[in-house]
């Protein structure tokens, strides 16, 4: 049973950083892309960024370009979002996701068939 579990959510002000972990088990985490994605409240999850299986590829939204950064170290089962310049509109649940057949590049973000618990981030001003 494929298992992921996010940390690194927290309250920080504006300006800020932050890095979120998601930790994988339960197949083979160097064979699938990964990706995060958030949901504020009240409104639809939201693409993030996307990392390939070997990490050679990224995608990002264009809110968080030059500010995040999505990276995975296959040898922890372990991808991570480093989070800088955190502005308030950034607070939200976010959540880690891989895909459900191997080899892809994680977006579209079509091919997404297993998902975190969430992890909040809330930005202050």
């Known amino acids: 049973q494929v298992q992921l579990v996010e940390s690194g959510g927290g309250l920080v002000q504006a300006g800020g950083s932050l890095r979120l972990s998601c930790t994988a088990s339960g197949r083979t985490f160097s064979t699938y892309a990964m990706g995060w994605f958030r949901q504020a409240p009240g409104k639809e999850r939201d693409f993030v960024a996307a990392?390939?299986?070997?990490?050679?590829?990224?995608n990002y939204a264009d809110s968080v370009k030059g500010r995040f950064t999505i990276s995975r170290d296959n040898a922890k089962n372990t991808g991570y979002l480093q989070m800088n310049s955190l502005k308030p509109e950034d607070t939200a649940v976010y959540y880690c996701?891989?895909?459900?057949?191997?080899?892809?590049?994680?977006?579209?973000?079509?091919?997404?068939?297993?998902w975190g618990q969430g992890t909040q981030v809330t930005v202050s001003s």
């Open positions: 996701a891989t895909e459900a057949y191997p080899y892809g590049l994680g977006y579209p973000t079509y091919n997404y068939g297993y």
């Open positions: 990392v390939s299986p070997s990490g050679a590829n990224t």
